[in-house]
Structure formats: structure tokens, C-alpha cells
């Protein structure tokens, strides 16, 4: 139900709350690749994080990671994130070694001209970069529209000459490709990466988790602190473990964006500000009670979130 807002204008820190450690996990957090399908390499993080602040732990077949606190109690409240980020797969090498792709989970093929990436090969990540023509290479006649990327026309080059030598360096059909770009700060404590969706939102739960233990908090109810996989390609993950779980309440994270950046129209989109808080969910599937409760501690505590002035 509580989201955070999306790397238009990037993610405001909590820095009256975090702590140097807990940034520090953030910052690696964020800086290693868990694609959709490969999320362990990112979950074995996330539980080694978790583990001192929960009574036990465990990951289901598919790898979703699951935190508990009370596992004993019989009420069962989830709070989730979930850990998969968009990539790419290998789909095709041609003989000269350039690289063509798939999308795993919905990347934006707009933004990939001239990424530097890693392929995730049999060996180990090997370093790439999305080729694109120069602009004053990309001739157009009058009549013909400059060409726009998509996912057909772009490829990937990562210094092989030949097919047999891209093989060599372990890339292969359905190897998974993310992207380079790391954990950042910009001014005024604004945080950059890729992958905070839903990255973010797996931080917030395990300090949570964190915050308890800490300040000693004994919760009259189980916790479930629930990293779920498969969210890009359809809330597989969730769908799943929630069915292990069947919990009595569930509290939701995920990202949302920035509206006050251009290009976006706040009629459709609503009125979203990173440093504002939270934004709050409205929708049939939201249960109102649980709502109304959070925006009354909102209120009691005079906590912010978006779209409260």
C-alpha cells in the first residue's frame, strides 16, 4: 500500500532513521543484479541483512524470501516488496558477435541506446554496451522518420569479433543482461540507481524489521517480511507465497513516480512529490479500514504522504 517514489527526480533518503550499516547494505543492495528469474543473487543479501533482526527465516522453491517474527501467532500480517528488477535476455548472436535481445520483464528499449551493461554468462559478467549509429550516421530521406530504437534494432557489443569468440567468454542463448548503473547521491541526500523498483521497497521491510529489534517492540500479531520474485512478468511471486502464507493482512511496497517531473500529466497520474512521504493506495483491492487506519496514525503522528498538504 505505501509507495516510493521513482527515479524521476530519485529517492529522498531517511537518514533520521537509517544508519551507516544500514545504508551500506542499501548501497550494495541496490548495486547487485537480481533479474527477474535470478533473483538469488540478490535474496542471499537481503537475508543475510535480515537475519539478526527476525526469529527465523525461509526462501520458497521459486526464491521468494521470507522473514518471520512470531511465526507462532496465529494472526498473520505480511509486509512485501519484491526483489526481481527488468533486464534482458541473449536471444541471438550473429557472426560478426554483435549481440540481439529479449526483454525479461518490461525495460524500456527507449532508454538502452548507449548503456553499458553486464551479461551474465557461464563464466561470470561480461561487460557490454548497447550499440547505436552516431546521429549524423542515422540518414534519412525527406520522406522517411530518423529510426527510433526498438527492441528489434538494437544489439549489444561487448568487444568480441566473431560468434565463437562471444562463446568463449561464456555468453550464451538466454543469458540475463542488467545494466551498470549504480547507487548514487545526488544533492540534498536524493538517492540514484537502477533497480529501486522494487529494491526500495525490500530496504524499507527489512528495516522494519530492523527498527523493531532495536528499540525492543513486541508485536502482538506474526510478521511475515516477505521479498517476492517474479513481480515484473505478472506478481508471480506474491501470488505464491501468499497462498503458502495465507496471511490475515498484507501491507504492499512498491514504487511510484514523481509527477512534478516534465512530460508527465497529473490528471492522469495524480499529484506524487519525492521528500513528501509515502504515497497511499486507492483501489478496490485495498482494504479501507486498513487505509483509513493508516491515515489516521498519519494524522495522530503528523507523519506526511503525498497527497496530504
Request: charged letters at 25%.
Amino acid at each position: 500500500m505505501a509507495k516510493a517514489a521513482k527515479s524521476a527526480k530519485s529517492v529522498k533518503s531517511a537518514k533520521t532513521v537509517t544508519t551507516p550499516a544500514s545504508m551500506e547494505f542499501l548501497k550494495s543492495y541496490i548495486n547487485n543484479a537480481s533479474p527477474v528469474g535470478f533473483e538469488t543473487w540478490g535474496q542471499k543479501l537481503w537475508l543475510k541483512y535480515l537475519e539478526p533482526y527476525v526469529d527465523t527465516h525461509f526462501v520458497d522453491p521459486y526464491g521468494t524470501a521470507v522473514g518471520m517474527i512470531n511465526p507462532e501467532h496465529p494472526f498473520k500480517v505480511v509486509i512485501e516488496a519484491h526483489a526481481d528488477e527488468i533486464s534482458w535476455f541473449v536471444n541471438y548472436v550473429t557472426p560478426d558477435g554483435l549481440i540481439y535481445l529479449k526483454r525479461n520483464g518490461g525495460v524500456d528499449h527507449q532508454t538502452a541506446p548507449a548503456s553499458r551493461v553486464l551479461i551474465h554468462g557461464k563464466k561470470g559478467a561480461v561487460k557490454a554496451v548497447f550499440g547505436w549509429p552516431a546521429i549524423h550516421t542515422r540518414y534519412a530521406t525527406p520522406d522517411q522518420k530518423e529510426a527510433s530504437p526498438r527492441t528489434d534494432n538494437l544489439w549489444l557489443d561487448c568487444g568480441a569479433r566473431n560468434r565463437k569468440e562471444v562463446e568463449a567468454l561464456g555468453i550464451h542463448i538466454g543469458a540475463v543482461v542488467t545494466y551498470q548503473d549504480g547507487f548514487d547521491e545526488l544533492a540534498n541526500g536524493n538517492l540514484i540507481g537502477r533497480a529501486f523498483d522494487n529494491r526500495i521497497g525490500g530496504f524499507m521491510i527489512a528495516e522494519v524489521a530492523r527498527l523493531l529489534k532495536e528499540n525492543k517492540k513486541k508485536l502482538p500479531f506474526g510478521l511475515y517480511i516477505v521479498n517476492a520474485v517474479q513481480e515484473e512478468i505478472g506478481l508471480r511471486g506474491a501470488e505464491m507465497i501468499a497462498r503458502r502464507i495465507k496471511p490475515n493482512i498484507a501491507i504492499v511496497t512498491d514504487v511510484t513516480h514523481d509527477t512534478t517531473t516534465p512530460m508527465i500529466n497529473k490528471n492522469i497520474e495524480g499529484d506524487v512529490c519525492t521528500g513528501k512521504g509515502p504515497s497511499l493506495s486507492y483501489a478496490p483491492a485495498v482494504h479501507n479500514k486498513l487505509l483509513a487506519l493508516v491515515e489516521k496514525l498519519a494524522a495522530d503522528k503528523k507523519y506526511r504522504y503525498n497527497g496530504v498538504r
